[in-house]
């Protein structure tokens, strides 16, 4: 009787594992259909952003979308995401890869996967030029506007634990209330803080803190498990730095042609290196 039980729980395991769905492969997947739907901001110039004279989105991640589109062989499609859907929108398989100022993070990384960097940018704090404010140091227990759902905002929080984090909509509403005098300081990338400043009246001048709080790698963002494709995007991002297609497309975007004027000092490499 014993065995005969035995042997139940053996075909009622089988039979368990027989009825399990077979993992997709994703890259097999996207090379079938002959796209790749792509995540990106199309709010984040110079990165994603709509050019007014052609109504495309263009912008440094829009590039490396195509680049990783035609590496893979297929065609791509591009997603607008905000910066709280990113990896939502991901891991629920709406999208395939996410090029949306994702940087990295030890606690995303449980989420999902990311490339090889292919790009970084200092995390820094706008302030109002007549706020006598220079020090991060001065700034711990006042108000700081940042981005919601961004890196920014979870990163501030660790390194000024007295103050009050405010999470707005994306970096223009933050920027509004800086100069409302809702917050204090900004915090995110140096490349979007630059384009604010760019941006500000004679009448309300803002300056970058000199100092970043810290440097922030981005990569690509990939389903967790995904190990097929994750390894092809990574292929695809290392022949772009050997051929020099990386470094062009970062000159189109950031170089001295470019109102940011930022010569570029990372080169494409494994997170950690």
Known sequence: ??????????????AAIVAMPAQANQLEEIKKKGELVCGTLG????????????????????????????????????????????????SEGRVDIVAA???????????????????ITPQKLLVRADSGLKTLEQLDGLRIGA?????????IKKHLPKSDVIGYAD??????????????????S???LVRLMLQSPESSPLEIME???????????IRK??????????????????SGEAARIFEKWFGQDTQYKIKRSFTIQPLGN
């Open 190 to 192: 140096e490349l979007a």
């Open 225 to 242: 498990g995904e190990e097929a494709l994750l390894q092809a995007v990574n292929k695809i991002l290392d022949d772009a730095e050997a």
């Open 43 to 90: 709010t984040s110039q110079p990165f994603s952003f709509q050019d007014t004279k052609t109504r495309q989105v263009v912008g440094y991640d829009v590039d490396f979308c195509k680049l990783i589109a035609d590496g893979l062989g297929v065609k791509v499609n591009y997603k607008l995401l905000s910066v709280a859907a990113r990896i939502p929108e991901l």
């Open 101 to 119: 100022n994702l940087g990295y993070s030890e606690d995303r990384a449980k989420q999902i996967d990311f490339s090889h960097m292919y790009y």
């Open 1 to 14: 009787m014993i065995k005969v039980k035995n042997l139940c729980h053996v075909f009622l395991a089988m």
């Open 211 to 221: 100092k970043s709080v810290f440097d922030e790698p981005w990569g690509l963002g």
């Open 171 to 188: 970096s223009s509403a933050a920027y509004l209330a800086l100069q409302q005098k809702k917050v204090s300081a900004q915090f995110a």
């Open 147 to 155: 981005t919601r759902g961004s890196s920014s905002e979870r990163e």
